[in-house]
């Protein structure tokens, strides 16, 4: 069975700080990863997306993944506000014509 | 413009009604989905399409139908609705299968 696995939460943090989002899967074949934000009764928005082990940075946002362990992990630096939402971990199974299976997310809250 | 769009946005019927929500993307895109997130927030893939042909039918029951008029748009259509039925409803779109997905509004049903 595919299995993507969150912590649910909530996370909180303060204004500033770094927010650390987990998430493992069980497929070892998966070679492409996805993080979503969901805001409260909205659709979820794809964020990062990342392919080779490593960092990927993409402004306050990094995204690391490490193949040999299975996990994937989204670090926020200098959290907002704004960024207070449920995040989504996708990962793909079922070869060229499988599809995403998505964690339960975790939901973050960032305390002003 | 709206990349992914859905009709309606909120459905309210009874029990045993037929229903169908719309959706139509104007990216292009190959491959479109259907997800229903329910109240825990779990959002799960019940179909997906690739130019008009079924490639992957959930374990959902056969009660929901997925029409493709056209590689731009994928409708699901509902019979004999119930009460567990009651969810948000997500159409999505990617360029192929295993890409990056994007996200319709939603589509809250709640069935009475």
């Known amino acids: 069975q595919k299995e993507v696995e969150q912590n649910s939460g909530p996370l909180s943090v303060p204004e500033g700080a770094i927010a650390s989002l987990n998430c493992t899967y069980s497929?070892?074949?998966?070679?492409?990863f996805f993080w979503y934000r969901q805001y409260s009764g909205k659709s979820p928005e794809l964020i990062m997306f990342?392919?080779?082990?490593g960092d990927k940075e993409d402004g306050r946002f990094t995204a690391q993944l490490n193949k040999a362990s299975q996990y994937v992990s989204l670090l926020i630096r200098d959290s907002q506000p704004s960024d207070s939402a449920t995040y989504l971990c996708?990962?793909?199974?079922?070869?060229?014509?499988?599809?995403?299976?998505f964690g339960k997310g975790t939901k973050l809250s960032v305390k002003p | 413009d709206t990349a992914v769009s859905q009709t309606p946005k909120y459905l309210v019927t009874q029990m045993g009604n037929d229903k169908s929500i719309k959706c139509e993307q104007n990216?292009?895109?190959?491959?479109m989905y259907w997800y229903k997130q329910d109240s825990k927030k779990f959002l799960k893939i019940m179909f997906s399409?690739?130019?008009?042909?079924?490639?992957i039918n959930e374990t959902v029951p056969n009660r929901f139908s997925p029409k493709s008029p056209d590689k731009a748009h994928l409708n699901l259509h509902i019979n004999s609705l119930e009460l567990g039925d009651s969810a948000v409803y997500f159409c999505?779109?990617?360029?192929?299968?295993?890409?990056?997905?994007?996200f319709g509004p939603g589509t809250r049903l709640t069935v009475l």
């Open positions: 999505a779109s990617s360029r192929r299968t295993l890409n990056e997905q994007f």
């Open positions: 497929d070892r074949g998966s070679q492409s």
């Open positions: 990342i392919y080779s082990n």
């Open positions: 996708a990962v793909p199974y079922g070869g060229s014509q499988g599809n995403l299976i």
């Open positions: 990216l292009g895109h190959d491959t």
């Open positions: 399409y690739n130019n008009k042909e079924l490639i």
